[in-house]
Structures are given as C-alpha cells and as structure tokens.
C-alpha cells in the first residue's frame, strides 16, 4: 500500500523524501516555537499572579489577546499584516527574505507567541496551587521579590504543571499544520501535495496520519518520563483552577489521544 | 506604509456579515452533532461494549492526536466514498465542501466532546447508580433521567470553553476555500488589496467573540462553583 512512497517524483526524489522534509519542517516549527513559547509563557505566567498592576494588566492583556483570535488568522497578521504595518524600511527587508524562511519565521512568532499564552495560563494555575506557606517561607527569609520567584516559586510551579503541559506539546505540533495556508511545506501541506501528483490520497494521507500518531506517542512518553523525573514526591498535579479537577482527568486519561483541544 | 482605509470593511459589510454567520452556524451545527454523537461514544466506553469501545477509542486516540487540517482533508476525500458505499452503487457521491465542512467538524468534535463526556461519568458519584436501583428505576432512566443530566452540569463549563475553541477552529474551513468570516475576509482582501485592513478587522471580530464567549463562561464557572460550595 505504501509502495507507492518509494516511487520517483517530477523532481527525481522520492516522494518519502518529500514526507521526510515535511517532516523536518514541523519538527523545527515546534521545536524552536516550544522553546519561545516556554520562555514567554513563564514571565507572563508570573505576570499574572503578581500584585503589582504594570505586569499583571499586560500580562492578563496579552492572554486575552492571544487566546482568543483563532491561529489562522495570527498567522495571516504576523505573514501578511505585519510587514506593512511595521516602518516601510524593515517591512522591505522582511519581504526580502528569501522563500521557505518568509513563511518559516512568520510561522514560528505566530506559534510561538499564540502557544506562550495558553502556557502562562498553566503556569499560572501552577503557581496558585503552591501552598500560601512557600511564599511566606520566602519572606521570613529576607528572599526579594524576584529572588522568591526565580528560586521558590517558579521552579516547583514547573514541576508540578508538567502533565498539563502534554497537551500543550501536542497542540503545538498539531498546530505547525496550520502554517501550509502561508506555504510551509510542512507534513500535511507535503502529504496532500503527494496524493496530488500520485492519486493515491488514502497512502499519502494514512502516512501523514501515522507519522503524526508517533509524534503523539513520543510526545506523551516524552512528557511522562520528565514527569517522573521531576515530579514533587507527594504532589498531585496541578490543573487549572478554571477547568476544576475535570479536565485535568481529560487530559492524562487515556494515551495520546487524551490531550487538550489546542489544535 | 500606506494610510489604513477602513471605509473598504463598511463598504463590504454584507458579505462579511454572511461569512460570520457560516462561521456561527458550523459551530452550531458541529456542536449539536458532536454533543449527540459524543454522548453515544461516552456511553459506549463507559459501558464497555465489546470490540465497539475498543474501535472508538481507537478513533478518539487518532483524531485527537492529528491536526484538524489534515482531518478536513480525510474527510473530504473520505465522505463522498462511504456515502458512494452506503447508498450502494458504490461510486463516489460528491456533496460539496460545504457539507463536507458540517459532517467533519461534528465528527471531529464529537471525539472531544466524548472525552469530557466519558470522564464526567466517571467523576458520578456511586451513591447515585445505588439509588436508581433501589428506586428500581431501569438502566435507561437512569442514566436519561439522573446520571446524564449531572454529568452535563458538572462538564457545561468545560463543554462550553471546548465550543469556543471550536469556533476559532471553524476558520480552518478557509483550507477547503470556503466563505466563513476569514474566508470571507480573504476574498475580499484579494480583490481590493485591502488586506492588512480586512485581516485586522476580522481579528478583532474574532477576539470580540471568543472573549465576550469566555466571559459568560467564567461567570457560570463562578456560579456553579458558589453552589456547589454551598
């Protein structure tokens, strides 16, 4: 049935090769999207557990924001928008940029960003699960503000949202697909140009289907091994307090399939 | 850079106006449909009927595990054979991408309708199949009339902010080039030229919708949480 894949292309590769680059791209789109959505999504996380107002209403802002304009059409601003609305002399350079990068980095903001959003969010139930006493603790300490946080809060916050995390990891890779509409040649832009130019959609679609099922697979024994690794001995993890016990269910209950919505 | 020109979105109000309600009634649609349809897939893992819960899990697994794109394309190439099959002379029957967009997103969501649905009844407390049965109420009116109805409440919030993910979602049906709002949007951006204008304006529809949407969410949240609290 896969036979298929081993067959020449127009372009005298093979049309695995064309899966193999597909694939390549959406590694790398969430890949480095995961690292900046990481970064951003802690210090707005933190933003918006703190009292003083000029971070926690741009934090809460940001949030607001980012979660609630569908990818799509993030990706449509950072690729379309935002060139022409930046001053005319770095929206020029940034057209000069040459093909597959044009909508590669574009991509990666529009993922990175969008994802550091709904990460501050678990960050944010991770830090008000703490007990008060930690805080507290800090204090009496003579800890600063920002020494409590990078060194007491912060760290055990992480350690306990790593479950929730999963199926932010999945989101993120699901999402790469998302960037074809601005022609990344990513695995499912890559798939249907495959049943294009073979016809044989069920094999380039049911390949696509199978590299991402592995991806998942990865991703949530990935995921489950830092869990163990770093987990608070004793702790239960961490949800949002929004969704309640519920979906913190939904998302660890059964295997890959069970991650949260963010596609 | 060029002065922005918003007149351009008045002037194309009209048809904007008729992308958003496609966007508005494939949420309805879908949500109706994956709520059906979820609640079956629930009930059938939670009553483990033999190899059916296994092929559904299976089903739930894959669909959540692959982005919604390449689902769209799935279904598009997928739906006019099974409909060919199920009508019997066995050749393709072509509906168009717009039922395409209807079945797919019910189905889709349908999985993950199902998943919140499956762990709600797991979250009934066991003193309620107890009743029922001394009530010697059968199993049908106990799950219609007591377990169901529960479960509902409990997960609404949950279900809610899944419906709101869905329709920021409803957006990709722009792959099938169909007109929703962003379809809509990008259309006209294509014959005026007026893209960073028609972009910014849908965005901020968008997160007019979706924010009002999650307000009403947090405020039921709030509610339940002060009655359960009570």
């Known amino acids: 049935m896969f036979g298929v894949l081993f ?17 390549g791209w959406t590694l790398a789109l969430a890949f ?71 909508s590669f980095f574009p991509a990666l903001l529009c993922l990175g960003l969008y994802t550091a959003s709904r990460i501050a969010e678990q960050v944010r139930a991770g830090i008000e699960a703490l007990p008060k006493g930690q805080l507290e603790a800090a204090n009496a300490l003579g800890l600063s503000g920002y020494l409590t946080y990078r060194h007491v809060i912060v760290p055990q916050a992480l350690r306990l949202i790593v479950p929730s995390l999963t199926s932010e990891v999945m989101g993120i890779y699901k999402n790469t697909s998302v960037a074809l509409t601005i022609g990344l040649m990513e695995l499912t832009a890559q798939a249907r140009q495959i049943s294009e130019a073979t016809f044989q959609t069920f094999t380039a679609f049911g390949a696509a289907t199978i590299v991402y099922l592995c991806l998942a697979l990865i991703a949530y024994q990935a995921m489950a091994l830092i869990d163990r690794a770093v987990r608070i001995p004793g702790s239960a993890p961490a949800t949002l307090p929004a969704d309640q016990d519920l979906s913190g269910e939904v998302q660890q209950g059964a295997l890959p399939g069970a991650m949260e919505a963010a596609k | ?23 508005l009634s494939l949420t309805a649609a879908a949500f109706a449909i994956g709520m059906i349809l979820g609640t079956c897939l629930a009930l059938a893992q ?5 190899l059916v819960a296994q092929i559904i899990r299976g089903y ?7 982005p919604l794109i390449l689902v769209l394309f799935w279904f598009f190439f997928l739906v006019p054979i099974v409909l060919g099959h199920l009508s019997g002379n066995g050749r393709p029957i072509p509906i168009g991408a717009t039922y395409t967009a209807f079945i797919t997103f019910g189905l889709f969501e349908a999985a993950y309708y199902s998943e919140i ?89 968008y997160l007019v919708i979706s924010s009002a949407a999650s307000q009403c969410v947090a405020t039921l949240r709030k509610r339940y949480a002060a009655a359960a609290a009570r």
């Not at chain 2, 939670?46 to 033999?50: A, D, K, L, S, V």
Request: glycine letters at 6%; aromatic letters at 14%.
């Open chain 1, 7 to 23: 067959e020449q292309a127009a372009d005298g590769q093979r049309y695995i090769d064309w899966l193999l680059s597909g694939l």
């Open chain 1, 32 to 102: 480095f999207g995961w690292w900046i959505a990481f970064g951003i999504g802690i210090v707005v996380g933190v933003g918006r557990t703190v009292q003083n107002r000029f971070f926690a209403l741009p934090a809460r802002l940001y949030v607001e924001i980012f979660r609630n304009i569908p990818v799509l059409v993030q990706m449509f601003l950072w690729y379309f928008v935002f060139p022409e609305v930046v001053p005319s002399a770095i929206g020029d350079a940034i057209k000069q940029i040459p093909p597959p990068w044009a």
């Open chain 2, 1 to 23: 850079m060029n002065a922005l020109d918003f007149s351009i979105v008045a002037q194309s109000w009209p048809y904007l106006w008729s992308g958003l309600l496609f966007s």
């Open chain 2, 46 to 50: 939670h009553f483990e009927i033999p």
């Open chain 2, 60 to 66: 739930v697994a894959i669909i959540r595990s692959i």
């Open chain 2, 117 to 205: 649905i499956r762990v709600g009844l797991r979250a009934v407390n066991k003193g309620q199949f107890e009743a029922c049965q001394a009530l010697a109420l059968s199993t049908y009116d106990t799950y219609r009339h007591i377990v169901l109805p529960q479960v509902l409440r409990v997960a609404s919030p949950i279900i809610l902010s899944q419906t709101i993910i869905l329709f920021q979602d409803t957006s990709l049906v722009y792959v099938l080039s169909l007109t929703d709002l962003l379809g809509a949007a990008s259309k006209l951006a294509q014959l005026n030229g007026r893209l960073v204008e028609m972009y910014l304006v849908i965005a901020v529809a």
